[in-house]
């Protein structure tokens, strides 16, 4: 496993990983679960480095079911799954002007994005300045106050004019 970047804690038999374990791969996701003859094998959940996680039945390595969750807690659902249908406006820009190749990020609507102010947010009907607590449109008209509510939210979800990591908390997305 060292040569592969790989490590696992848990139970062994002869040698090979069986029993309850974490098996980690090199891009931080982690397997929980059971394991058999070196393979994943019984119920486990893979939990992905973006907060998503996958609870599955695997036999032999091969998973036989599961589903999928994402990391701010919506489940996939393969028939009858009412998101990013024609009737979602989340992703209207997509859907009318195409999904952008490979390595290049839609981060608003408006393409290019507009350059943020310093110390300031984009709300996505303007700029928020939490010092002022002001929401202002893109030319810099004044929109309205923001109240701790909407204070809370911006800062918590909206994107800055700084570059700081942003990532999931993988302690939160356990099962």
């Known amino acids: ?19 309850r374990g974490e098996y980690t791969l090199p891009t931080h996701t982690t397997y929980e ?7 994943f094998h ?43 249908d024609g009737y979602d406006r989340r992703f209207y820009t997509e859907r009318c002007h195409g999904l952008k190749p490979a390595g290049e990020s839609q981060l608003t609507n408006a393409d290019p994005p507009p350059d943020i102010p310093d110390g300031c947010y984009d709300c996505g009907d303007g700029f ?29 979800t909206c994107r800055k004019a700084w570059d700081e990591f942003v990532g999931s908390d993988p302690g939160n997305s356990r099962m």
């Open 42 to 84: 019984g119920k486990g959940v893979l939990h992905f480095p973006n907060g998503g996680k996958y609870e599955g039945v695997w036999e032999n390595g091969i998973c036989k079911e599961g589903h999928y969750t994402f990391s701010d807690g919506l489940k996939y659902e393969e028939t009858d799954w009412d998101y990013c």
């Open 128 to 156: 928020y300045d939490p010092n002022t607590r002001v929401v202002t449109d893109y030319t810099g008209c004044f929109l309205r106050n923001a109240d701790d509510c909407e204070h809370e939210w911006i800062t918590r």
């Open 1 to 19: 496993m060292e040569f592969t970047g790989s490590s696992y804690r848990g139970t062994y038999k002869n040698g090979r990983m069986e029993g």
């Open 33 to 39: 679960g059971e394991m058999k003859d070196g393979m």
